[in-house]
Protein backbone atom coordinates (compact mmCIF):
# COMPACT_ATOMS: atom_id res chain seq x y z
CA UNK A 1 0.00 0.00 0.00
CA UNK A 2 1.09 3.21 -0.96
CA UNK A 3 2.59 5.64 2.18
CA UNK A 4 0.65 9.21 2.62
CA UNK A 5 2.38 12.21 3.99
CA UNK A 6 0.25 15.03 5.06
CA UNK A 7 0.24 17.71 7.47
CA UNK A 8 -0.11 17.10 11.16
CA UNK A 9 -2.38 20.34 11.85
CA UNK A 10 -3.97 23.12 9.61
CA UNK A 11 -6.18 26.49 11.19
CA UNK A 12 -8.85 28.46 9.37
CA UNK A 13 -11.00 30.90 9.15
CA UNK A 14 -14.51 30.15 8.96
CA UNK A 15 -16.08 30.98 5.40
CA UNK A 16 -12.55 30.20 4.11
CA UNK A 17 -11.48 27.64 1.70
CA UNK A 18 -9.24 25.46 3.22
CA UNK A 19 -7.23 22.81 1.07
CA UNK A 20 -5.27 19.86 2.48
CA UNK A 21 -2.44 18.21 0.36
CA UNK A 22 -1.42 14.66 0.54
CA UNK A 23 1.44 13.12 -1.35
CA UNK A 24 1.35 9.18 -2.07
CA UNK A 25 5.19 8.98 -4.35
CA UNK A 26 4.56 5.74 -4.36
CA UNK A 27 0.73 5.26 -5.89
CA UNK A 28 0.30 1.82 -7.94
CA UNK A 29 -1.85 2.01 -11.47
CA UNK A 30 -4.48 0.55 -9.65
CA UNK A 31 -4.52 2.83 -6.30
CA UNK A 32 -7.63 5.02 -5.46
CA UNK A 33 -7.38 7.91 -3.27
CA UNK A 34 -10.42 8.24 -0.47
CA UNK A 35 -10.36 11.40 1.99
CA UNK A 36 -11.91 10.64 5.36
CA UNK A 37 -13.33 12.75 8.17
CA UNK A 38 -12.97 12.23 12.07
CA UNK A 39 -14.66 13.89 14.77
CA UNK A 40 -13.77 13.76 18.40
CA UNK A 41 -15.52 10.13 19.83
CA UNK A 42 -16.51 8.70 16.53
CA UNK A 43 -15.88 6.73 13.91
CA UNK A 44 -14.12 8.10 10.29
CA UNK A 45 -16.85 9.27 7.81
CA UNK A 46 -16.14 8.75 3.92
CA UNK A 47 -15.79 12.12 2.66
CA UNK A 48 -14.13 11.82 -1.56
CA UNK A 49 -12.49 9.08 -3.64
CA UNK A 50 -11.40 9.61 -6.70
CA UNK A 51 -8.54 7.87 -8.97
CA UNK A 52 -7.23 11.04 -11.30
CA UNK A 53 -8.19 14.64 -12.72
CA UNK A 54 -11.26 16.13 -10.46
CA UNK A 55 -14.21 15.22 -8.47
CA UNK A 56 -16.64 17.03 -6.84
CA UNK A 57 -19.57 16.46 -4.18
CA UNK A 58 -22.03 17.90 -1.86
CA UNK A 59 -19.14 18.15 0.54
CA UNK A 60 -15.92 18.57 -0.98
CA UNK A 61 -13.56 18.20 -4.09
CA UNK A 62 -10.61 16.33 -4.86
CA UNK A 63 -8.13 17.42 -7.43
CA UNK A 64 -5.58 14.93 -8.48
CA UNK A 65 -2.86 15.45 -10.48
CA UNK A 66 -1.79 14.12 -13.76
CA UNK A 67 1.35 11.83 -12.37
CA UNK A 68 -0.96 11.00 -9.42
CA UNK A 69 1.86 11.66 -7.02
CA UNK A 70 -0.30 13.75 -4.63
CA UNK A 71 -4.03 14.70 -4.63
CA UNK A 72 -5.51 17.64 -2.66
CA UNK A 73 -8.74 18.00 -0.86
CA UNK A 74 -10.72 21.06 -0.71
CA UNK A 75 -13.23 21.85 1.68
CA UNK A 76 -15.14 25.74 0.56
CA UNK A 77 -16.07 27.89 2.98
CA UNK A 78 -15.50 26.19 5.91
CA UNK A 79 -17.54 26.68 9.36
CA UNK A 80 -16.39 25.52 13.08
CA UNK A 81 -18.51 22.23 12.07
CA UNK A 82 -15.86 21.41 9.72
CA UNK A 83 -13.37 21.11 12.73
CA UNK A 84 -12.05 17.31 13.09
CA UNK A 85 -9.34 15.41 11.99
CA UNK A 86 -8.79 14.44 7.85
CA UNK A 87 -7.02 11.15 6.58
CA UNK A 88 -5.84 10.54 3.42
CA UNK A 89 -5.66 7.27 2.34
CA UNK A 90 -4.26 5.31 -0.57
CA UNK A 91 -5.30 1.74 -1.80
CA UNK A 92 -7.07 -0.54 -3.66
CA UNK A 93 -9.75 -3.29 -2.82
CA UNK A 94 -8.70 -5.97 -5.34
CA UNK A 95 -5.81 -7.87 -5.13
CA UNK A 96 -3.94 -8.43 -1.85
CA UNK A 97 -5.28 -5.58 -0.08
CA UNK A 98 -9.03 -7.07 0.38
CA UNK A 99 -10.15 -3.44 1.15
CA UNK A 100 -7.52 -2.66 4.25
CA UNK A 101 -7.42 0.62 4.74
CA UNK A 102 -4.02 2.53 6.12
CA UNK A 103 -5.01 5.73 8.52
CA UNK A 104 -2.24 8.06 9.78
CA UNK A 105 -2.35 10.57 11.74
CA UNK A 106 -3.97 12.77 9.41
CA UNK A 107 -4.47 16.32 9.36
CA UNK A 108 -6.01 18.08 12.52
CA UNK A 109 -7.98 21.17 10.48
CA UNK A 110 -9.43 23.86 13.24
CA UNK A 111 -11.99 26.33 12.16
CA UNK A 112 -11.86 29.55 14.06
CA UNK A 113 -14.66 32.00 14.41
CA UNK B 1 -30.80 0.56 5.44
CA UNK B 2 -27.43 -0.72 6.80
CA UNK B 3 -26.58 0.05 10.70
CA UNK B 4 -23.27 -1.03 12.90
CA UNK B 5 -24.07 -1.44 16.66
CA UNK B 6 -21.07 -1.61 19.13
CA UNK B 7 -20.97 -2.39 22.93
CA UNK B 8 -20.45 -1.29 25.22
CA UNK B 9 -19.49 2.26 24.81
CA UNK B 10 -17.46 2.60 27.27
CA UNK B 11 -15.08 0.35 29.43
CA UNK B 12 -13.09 0.28 32.43
CA UNK B 13 -11.42 -2.88 33.38
CA UNK B 14 -8.04 -3.66 35.42
CA UNK B 15 -5.01 -4.89 34.35
CA UNK B 16 -5.06 -8.62 33.41
CA UNK B 17 -9.08 -9.16 33.08
CA UNK B 18 -10.41 -10.16 29.97
CA UNK B 19 -12.05 -8.28 27.24
CA UNK B 20 -15.39 -8.92 25.40
CA UNK B 21 -15.93 -6.30 22.65
CA UNK B 22 -19.00 -7.03 20.15
CA UNK B 23 -19.46 -5.59 16.93
CA UNK B 24 -23.25 -6.27 14.60
CA UNK B 25 -23.83 -5.37 11.21
CA UNK B 26 -27.36 -5.39 10.07
CA UNK B 27 -28.95 -4.74 6.47
CA UNK B 28 -26.02 -6.41 4.88
CA UNK B 29 -24.84 -9.74 4.14
CA UNK B 30 -21.46 -11.22 3.52
CA UNK B 31 -20.29 -7.55 4.69
CA UNK B 32 -16.07 -7.63 5.21
CA UNK B 33 -15.39 -6.46 8.90
CA UNK B 34 -12.64 -4.70 10.41
CA UNK B 35 -11.55 -3.91 13.86
CA UNK B 36 -9.21 -0.83 14.78
CA UNK B 37 -8.16 0.63 17.62
CA UNK B 38 -7.20 4.89 18.38
CA UNK B 39 -4.72 5.47 21.06
CA UNK B 40 -5.18 8.98 22.71
CA UNK B 41 -3.16 11.35 20.03
CA UNK B 42 -2.67 8.79 17.69
CA UNK B 43 -4.20 7.42 14.05
CA UNK B 44 -6.24 4.24 13.86
CA UNK B 45 -4.14 1.13 13.98
CA UNK B 46 -5.80 -1.58 12.02
CA UNK B 47 -5.81 -4.60 14.39
CA UNK B 48 -7.99 -7.87 12.47
CA UNK B 49 -9.90 -7.96 9.20
CA UNK B 50 -12.39 -10.44 8.20
CA UNK B 51 -13.87 -11.34 4.57
CA UNK B 52 -16.00 -14.04 5.80
CA UNK B 53 -17.44 -16.57 8.52
CA UNK B 54 -14.44 -18.24 10.96
CA UNK B 55 -11.86 -15.73 8.69
CA UNK B 56 -9.54 -13.49 10.43
CA UNK B 57 -6.34 -12.29 9.72
CA UNK B 58 -4.67 -10.31 11.99
CA UNK B 59 -2.61 -7.29 11.24
CA UNK B 60 -0.46 -6.74 14.46
CA UNK B 61 0.87 -9.08 17.02
CA UNK B 62 -0.45 -8.56 20.37
CA UNK B 63 -2.52 -10.25 23.32
CA UNK B 64 -5.69 -9.26 21.44
CA UNK B 65 -8.01 -11.54 18.99
CA UNK B 66 -11.17 -11.78 16.91
CA UNK B 67 -13.75 -13.57 16.06
CA UNK B 68 -16.87 -13.98 13.92
CA UNK B 69 -18.89 -16.54 14.41
CA UNK B 70 -22.23 -15.43 12.53
CA UNK B 71 -22.06 -13.40 9.09
CA UNK B 72 -22.19 -10.08 10.69
CA UNK B 73 -20.86 -10.33 13.93
CA UNK B 74 -17.42 -9.66 15.18
CA UNK B 75 -15.62 -10.16 18.53
CA UNK B 76 -12.94 -9.02 19.90
CA UNK B 77 -11.30 -10.73 22.89
CA UNK B 78 -8.22 -10.76 25.47
CA UNK B 79 -7.59 -13.34 27.16
CA UNK B 80 -5.54 -10.48 30.08
CA UNK B 81 -5.71 -6.37 28.97
CA UNK B 82 -3.11 -4.56 29.50
CA UNK B 83 -2.87 -1.26 30.20
CA UNK B 84 -0.95 -0.48 26.54
CA UNK B 85 -4.67 -1.89 25.61
CA UNK B 86 -6.61 1.57 26.10
CA UNK B 87 -7.88 3.14 23.83
CA UNK B 88 -11.18 3.76 21.47
CA UNK B 89 -11.88 0.63 19.50
CA UNK B 90 -13.88 1.25 16.42
CA UNK B 91 -15.50 -1.72 14.40
CA UNK B 92 -16.19 -1.13 10.68
CA UNK B 93 -17.95 -2.70 7.59
CA UNK B 94 -17.41 -2.64 4.26
CA UNK B 95 -19.22 -4.14 0.81
CA UNK B 96 -17.42 -6.92 -0.50
CA UNK B 97 -17.45 -5.55 -4.04
CA UNK B 98 -13.93 -5.43 -6.21
CA UNK B 99 -13.20 -2.35 -7.90
CA UNK B 100 -12.59 0.92 -6.43
CA UNK B 101 -11.07 1.24 -2.67
CA UNK B 102 -14.57 0.33 -1.21
CA UNK B 103 -16.30 3.22 1.53
CA UNK B 104 -15.77 1.56 5.25
CA UNK B 105 -18.99 2.47 7.79
CA UNK B 106 -17.79 2.91 11.04
CA UNK B 107 -19.16 2.13 14.68
CA UNK B 108 -19.84 4.29 17.18
CA UNK B 109 -17.01 2.74 19.16
CA UNK B 110 -16.02 1.65 22.33
CA UNK B 111 -14.01 3.91 25.10
CA UNK B 112 -11.76 1.39 27.01
CA UNK B 113 -9.65 2.27 29.80
CA UNK B 114 -6.98 -0.19 31.41
CA UNK B 115 -6.27 0.30 35.23
Known amino acids: LAKTTQPISMDSYEGQEVNITCSHNNIATNDYITWYQQFPSQGPRFIIQ???TKVTNEVASLFIPADRKSSTLSLPRVSLSDTAVYYC??????????????FGRGTQLTVWP | SQTIHQWPATLVQPVGSPLSLECTVEGTSNPNLYWYRQAAGRGLQLLFY??????ISSEVPQNLSASRPQDRQFILSSKKLLLSDSGFYLCAWSRTISGSMNEQFFGPGTRLTVL
Open chain 2, 50 to 55: SVGIGQ
Open chain 1, 50 to 52: GYK
Open chain 1, 89 to 102: LVGDTRGSTLGRLY
